[in-house]
């Protein structure tokens, strides 16, 4: 490699930094100005989804799981306006909204339990006890987003790369919606952001 050759390849890498480095600074920003309230809940998204990272931090989860809670609900921030979609009995599809936008930017083990997480509630929620633990909204989105997963689904499902962690993603994500406990800042999770960056 040239001279020329290796300086534009420094370029090109300052300039993906730099990119990789302005979404880190958007994610925060929209978790400190979003806020709407999680839909039909009486928390905000963004205390939600930090709720959400806590729990994964709590049960000692790996980091990509930890990053995947943090911002598994991201494609709400994303939609203009998620309660005027359930109003009107449609779904968002948020989980592939968030998965689209951070799959550009994220590993693909942060990312793929996001994607996932909706198909782990419906999975989930097949069992009458877990059933019956969801939310009143979160019972109302299930319906939204196809109800309960039939078997030959579930069973295809089970075989995904990344089911576990759907799986305790969608548990943290069901247990993080306690209105006034004291949660971390967003900007206590900027280098978990950062290492999961690709």
Not at 62 to 71: F, T
Not at 176 to 181: D, F, L, Q, R, S
């Amino acid at each position: 490699m040239d001279t020329k050759e290796l300086w534009i390849e420094l370029q090109l890498r300052e300039i993906l930094h730099d990119r990789l480095m302005d979404i880190i600074e958007k994610i925060i920003s929209n978790f400190k100005n979003n806020k709407s309230l999680y839909i039909g809940e009486e928390i905000t998204i963004a205390e939600h989804m930090i709720q959400s990272a806590m729990m994964a931090e709590k049960s000692k989860s790996k980091n990509n799981l930890i990053c995947s809670s943090l911002l598994h609900d991201y494609g709400h921030f994303i939609l203009d306006d998620p309660d005027e979609l359930v109003k009107k009995n449609k779904d968002g599809k948020h989980e592939d909204i968030g998965y689209e936008y951070l799959k550009k930017f994220f590993k693909k083990e942060v990312v793929e339990p996001i994607k996932h997480h909706v198909l782990a509630k419906r999975y989930l929620a097949r069992d009458k006890k877990y059933y019956n633990r969801l939310s009143e909204a979160s019972i109302v989105s299930l319906k939204l987003q196809g109800g309960l997963l039939n078997s030959k689904d579930a069973k295809s499902f089970e075989k995904e790369e990344f089911f576990k962690d759907s799986i305790k993603l969608r548990k943290f994500d069901e247990a993080a919606k306690k209105m006034g406990i004291k949660i971390k800042d967003i900007i206590d999770y900027k280098d978990l952001l950062k290492v999961s960056l690709k």
